[in-house]
């Protein structure tokens, strides 16, 4: 099938940056702690999220915080995300590459049942073969899904997959199935937190689909 992208959604095909800040402070609310700004998410978020909140709160939270810090955060942002749209020119890339005959697909740790009428609703879904979020609960590594993932991709190659994404975890996963990755800065982490992972780093998605064709070739 040749050359494959599976992209992330939450923070790449999806820019839902003020929806994610204003149910992590909704979430942190809920324990007294003070709000942070979108360049303390940027520099500090990391997975397994209970470790984020850890480096902001110097522990980490108990079961019961995590229940609460967690049912509040999705709350939020169910609410917001309504307000969010996908990334400048995501709507294009897609068409292209598909048009390109190239395959894509979607891995998110977002939940299932809520990304797929979301993905359907901006009128991208027949771009993919394959469109999967979370099942389960929250948290984990995106490792195992991404394991679970490519082995349900008929005909395609891991050595030929490059992994789009926004987060460092999105680059462990790609490394975990034998594929490669490009990381994209307008998500959830900062440029400094993302080159630390020795994958190519761009700033725009146009920049992520063209270095994918390149390493993927």
Request: aromatic share 8%.
């Given at each position: 099938?040749?050359?494959?992208?599976?992209?992330?959604?939450?923070?790449?095909?999806?820019?839902?940056?003020?929806?994610?800040?204003?149910?992590?402070?909704?979430?942190?609310?809920?324990?007294?702690?003070?709000?942070?700004?979108?360049?303390?998410?940027?520099?500090?978020?990391?997975?397994?999220?209970?470790?984020?909140?850890?480096?902001?709160?110097?522990?980490?939270?108990?079961?019961?915080?995590?229940?609460?810090?967690?049912?509040?955060?999705?709350?939020?942002?169910?609410?917001?995300?309504?307000?969010?749209?996908?990334?400048?020119?995501?709507?294009?890339?897609?068409?292209?590459?598909?048009?390109?005959?190239?395959?894509?697909?979607?891995?998110?740790?977002?939940?299932?049942?809520?990304?797929?009428?979301?993905?359907?609703?901006?009128?991208?879904?027949?771009?993919?073969?394959?469109?999967?979020?979370?099942?389960?609960?929250?948290?984990?590594?995106?490792?195992?899904?991404?394991?679970?993932?490519?082995?349900?991709?008929?005909?395609?190659?891991?050595?030929r997959t490059v992994v789009i994404?926004?987060?460092?975890?999105?680059?462990?996963?790609?490394?975990?199935?034998?594929?490669?990755?490009?990381?994209?800065?307008?998500?959830?982490?900062?440029?400094?937190?993302?080159?630390?992972?020795?994958?190519?780093?761009?700033?725009?998605?146009?920049?992520?689909?063209?270095?994918?064709?390149?390493?993927?070739?």
């Amino acid at each position: 099938m040749g050359a494959h992208i599976v992209w992330d959604w939450n923070g790449t095909l999806f820019h839902d940056n003020d929806a994610i800040i204003g149910a992590t402070n909704a979430a942190f609310a809920e324990l007294g702690l003070a709000p942070i700004t979108m360049e303390q998410y940027r520099a500090l978020y990391c997975v397994p999220v209970p470790k984020f909140y850890e480096r902001l709160m110097g522990r980490l939270p108990t079961e019961a915080e995590w229940l609460v810090m967690d049912e509040t955060f999705h709350r939020y942002y169910s609410e917001h995300r309504v307000g969010c749209g996908l990334a400048v020119g995501a709507a294009e890339l897609l068409a292209g590459w598909r048009s390109a005959g190239r395959s894509q697909s979607i891995l998110s740790m977002y939940g299932h049942d809520e990304l797929v009428p979301l993905v359907r609703g901006f009128g991208i879904e027949a771009h993919f073969v394959r469109v999967d979020g979370r099942v389960g609960p929250s948290g984990g590594s995106k490792a195992e899904h991404m394991e679970r993932h490519v082995a349900a991709l008929a005909g395609v190659d891991p050595a030929r997959t490059v992994v789009i994404g926004d987060a460092a975890d999105d680059a462990v996963a790609a490394l975990h199935v034998g594929a490669r990755a490009v990381l994209y800065t307008g998500g959830s982490h900062g440029r400094a937190s993302l080159e630390e992972v020795g994958v190519p780093v761009v700033d725009t998605l146009a920049e992520a689909v063209a270095e994918a064709e390149r390493i993927a070739a």
